[in-house]
Structure formats: structure tokens, C-alpha cells
């Protein structure tokens, strides 16, 4: 597909060779664990305590290094930064651990995972400064346009919010990544038209999107009403899903880069779908319709 652009050759048109993300922990919460605005997180999320303290950012980089060594011998990663709301805590102490991680000789890319109110002009003029040294990323967990579902799933914010920050970090000169989660509870394929078509008529224009199916995990308020009446949650299933992401795919603007098209909860949490631990059957049944949906007349 003519406008299917992955992360992975993106990396590869720009550095030459494959890149790696490797998972930091900043040891950060998020407003709507701590009270600030609710309590128990997004509805989907696992209910992991925040660390405290952490291991060093360069000892986190060799120990995140280990576990991709026997993929790669490139030696380019991406410094990710990616448990709950990692823009949310004292400036100073994470934006050390930030630029600890951008200077790394190996490390071409810091991305940044937070929540679009934790992002106020100082915390943008410093990442505005970080991005001097080595591309900048931050990634906004939007999920969806509707407000309606956005309380449903306990996120914290409304649109407006979001949009405001996507426009100061975009004038800022920072790229912005948005997460989108297609089978929340009451939501249909129109519903995840419709927040990818809002995606695309941003302005200035969307750099990269993450697409994720809902994932049901063990210990969550989503598991609950799961356990408790299914039929609230359309599952998807694998060629389902995977044909409407392509439609989705269709309607994003040129250049936007997709860094994913399924979740990917942990095993040992996942209640459904199962067929998202299949990987290389995803990505078959995935090549096999974009190879299918471009064929004429389709």
C-alpha cells in the first residue's frame, strides 16, 4: 500500500540500518492514579505500582541492550521512556534521566510517553531544548475522539486538551506521536474512522500513529465489566481487525508513519484476543491483505 510508511523503514531510510526501542522506567505515576485528576488509571491498564527509585538510566540501557542483543548488531536504539506519564514528576530529576539517555553514543532517538495535560510551556521548552541534541518523540495516548468514551475509560481529559498541546509541542518542533485504541466499549469501525480522520486534519500534519486493538488484561476495571457482560466488547478478530486497519491506514496523510498495528499486553495478563501473541501470523495475514486490498477494483 502506496501509503503504508512502518516505523521500521523510516529507521532504515534514515539511519540505514534496523533500530531498536528499548523500554526505560522513569519511575513516574500518573494524575489519575494519585488523585490529582481520579484514581485506578485508564480502565485498560494493568495496575502496576510506580517505582520509587530506579536502576540508573545506563544501567537500564545495558540491561534493555541484553534482551534485543541476539537481533541486532546495529547497535541504533531508541531510548523509550514508556510507563505511565513520564512528563509527570520533578523536571529536573527527569530530565537528567532524559539527557543521560539522549547522549548515549547508541541511542539515535528519545521517545517520551505522557499525557497531553502534563505537558505545560516549561516542560516543552525543555523538551524543545533536548530536541537540539537528538530527535525528540512524544507520545500522546489519546485512544479516542469521543469525550463520552474518554470518561467511560476514566483518561482524564477532553479533546480540546489534547489538541491544544499537540499544536505547542508541533510549534515547538517536536514530533508527536498519538496512540488509538480501535473496540472500546460502545465504540464500532465508525468510531475509529472517525478519531483517524480527526488525526489526519491536524495542522501542522500527524508524524506517526500507534494503532492498538483493545486489549482485555487480567486485573483491570476493563476485565471486570469484561467478566461481567461480554457482549459490552466487540472482539475482533485477527482478519477483522487487520482489514480495518488497513482501511484506517488508507485515510492518514502522506508521511505519517505507523509504529504499530496491534497491542501487545503482556502474556501472563492477557485475558483476549489470544491471536495478538501470534506475531508472525499477524504480520503474514497483514502483508497477505495489503497484498489483497491493492489489487484493482478492491
Not at 500500500?1 to 540505514?16: A, F, P, Q, T, V
Not at 544501567?59 to 513520564?86: G, L, M, P, R
Request: net charge neutral; glycine share 8%; proline share 4%.
Amino acid at each position: 500500500m502506496s501509503n503504508y510508511h512502518s516505523l521500521d523503514s523510516e529507521m532504515k531510510r534514515i539511519y540505514g540500518k534496523k533500530v531498536y526501542r528499548l523500554a526505560l522506567d522513569a519511575g513516574c505515576t500518573c494524575p489519575n492514579r494519585d488523585g490529582t485528576c481520579g484514581f485506578g488509571g485508564c480502565f485498560f491498564c494493568a495496575d502496576s505500582a510506580y517505582a520509587e527509585s530506579v536502576l540508573p538510566i545506563s544501567e537500564q540501557i545495558e540491561k534493555a541492550k541484553e534482551k534485543v542483543a541476539a537481533k541486532t548488531k546495529d547497535n541504533a536504539y531508541i531510548a523509550y521512556f514508556q510507563s505511565h506519564t513520564n512528563t509527570y514528576g520533578d523536571m529536573n530529576r527527569l530530565c537528567g534521566m532524559f539527557q543521560e539517555a539522549i547522549n548515549h553514543p547508541e541511542v539515535v532517538t528519545l521517545a517520551i510517553g505522557t499525557r497531553p495535560d502534563c505537558l505545560d510551556g516549561k516542560w516543552i521548552e525543555r523538551l524543545a531544548e533536548l530536541n537540539k541534541i537528538k530527535p525528540v518523540w512524544v507520545e500522546l495516548g489519546l485512544q479516542t475522539i469521543n469525550d463520552d468514551t474518554a470518561k467511560l475509560i476514566n483518561r482524564g481529559y477532553n479533546l480540546a486538551v489534547f489538541e491544544d498541546a499537540y499544536k505547542r509541542l508541533k510549534a515547538a518542533g517536536i514530533t508527536v506521536i498519538v496512540h488509538a485504541i480501535i473496540g472500546l466499549p460502545g465504540e464500532a469501525d465508525k468510531d475509529a474512522i472517525a478519531t483517524v480522520k480527526y488525526l489526519s486534519s491536524l495542522n501542522p500534519s500527524l508524524d506517526g500513529i500507534k494503532l492498538h486493538n483493545l486489549n482485555i488484561l487480567k486485573g483491570t476495571v476493563l476485565c471486570e465489566m469484561y467478566e461481567k457482560n461480554p457482549s459490552l466488547i466487540h472482539e475482533y478478530t485477527m482478519e477483522e481487525y487487520l482489514s480495518l486497519v488497513i482501511k484506517l491506514i488508507r485515510i492518514l496523510p502522506e508521511g505519517c508513519v505507523i509504529h504499530r498495528i496491534t497491542g501487545d499486553g503482556p502474556r501472563s495478563l492477557l485475558v483476549t484476543p489470544k491471536w495478538i501473541t501470534d506475531k508472525k501470523r499477524v504480520q503474514n495475514t497483514f502483508r497477505k491483505l495489503l497484498e489483497e486490498k491493492e489489487e484493482p477494483g478492491l
